[in-house]
């Protein structure tokens, strides 16, 4: 390589200042970018918070459910209702034996007194308007040889359940006013 080259090419690199830093341009950008990403996201996670402490009641409800079916099949009557964190009837006697949560962080759940074809559960929510959440009800009507369960939701935030009501046949049962029926 020539010395002369070599030598202006030194002198061109020492002489260039280099680049420290941004702008303050280039900063204000990127802070209004991560800005407008932040107003369309976090609604969105907010949302999906409350769906998810929601899940707890669903679960919930519909373990219930379930329980009082496999209960059903083997005694052909429904478990005596649970209040208050106590229970009482059979299960008293076999330290909870659907495994019901009685209380949770955000619900609590209790199995309504049915009669030997149908049984209503519900799922209060324990603070509604501060978790977002709403509240779920529940029922298992036995007839015919054929098992019906239904789940329902309030359509506002921290309603009260209200328990499904029952119909002539299993698949008779409806949710009641103000509560959706969920698929």
Not at 96 to 124: E, R
Not at 140 to 157: E, L, P
């Amino acid at each position: 390589m020539n010395a002369q080259f070599k030598a202006k090419l030194i002198q061109y690199l020492s002489n260039k200042k280099k680049v420290q830093g941004f702008t303050l341009i280039e900063l204000l950008v990127v802070v209004i970018i991560v800005g407008i990403l932040a107003a369309v996201a976090l609604p969105n996670l907010l949302g999906q918070v409350g769906k998810a402490r929601e899940t707890e009641g669903k679960n919930g409800v519909g373990t219930i459910n379930r329980a009082q079916q496999a209960y059903h099949f083997e005694r052909q009557e429904f478990t005596p209702a649970i209040a208050d964190g106590t229970a009482m009837g059979a299960l008293g006697n076999q330290d909870n034996l659907l495994g019901i949560t009685v209380t949770s962080d955000y619900y609590t759940f209790a199995v309504q007194d049915g009669t030997n074809l149908f049984v209503t559960s519900t799922a209060t929510a324990s603070d509604g308007s501060n978790d977002g959440v709403r509240a779920y009800s529940g029922a298992t009507q036995f007839g015919a040889g054929v098992y019906n369960v239904i789940i329902c939701q309030t359509d506002a935030i921290n309603a009260t359940p209200t328990v499904p009501n029952a119909g002539a046949t299993p698949d008779a049962v409806s949710c009641a006013a103000n509560h959706s029926e969920l698929e």
